[in-house]
């Protein structure tokens, strides 16, 4: 069986040790970034990656956010990820990555009353 299905789909910085890329996708430390919401996140290392679903073979992106000094937060919202994306995209098209370092995470409720996360740039 294939222990490491998953394709990186952007990611911080070029180069991740073996270190660090276990605590973004394999700690079991990694907690859920639902449970950080209304905070305010100084990023150490970030990635989105697709992962096959265990049951359906379906590949799924996830969000891993590092904060300074603590554990990584793991999403698999698609709401988060894909504002996640489209900052990450607007700061790599400015040539302005270095600058992409503050998020907070937000929680919403959807006009039918479901809650879900998503999140915003905090600006410097």
Known sequence: RKL??????????????????????????????????????????????????YTTGEMKKVLVIKPRGEHALATNSVTCITEFEDIYNMFKESNELDK?????????????????ITCALVEQ
């Open 4 to 53: 490491f299905m998953s394709n990186i789909i952007l990611k911080s910085k070029e180069n991740f040790t073996s270190t660090e890329l276990y605590s973004l996708m394999k700690s079991p430390n990694i907690e859920k970034m639902s449970e950080h919401a209304g905070k305010t996140i100084d990023m150490e290392s970030y990635m989105i990656y697709e992962k096959a679903d």
């Open 100 to 116: 992409f370092t503050k998020i907070e995470i937000l929680k919403k409720t959807s006009k039918k009353g479901r809650q879900f």
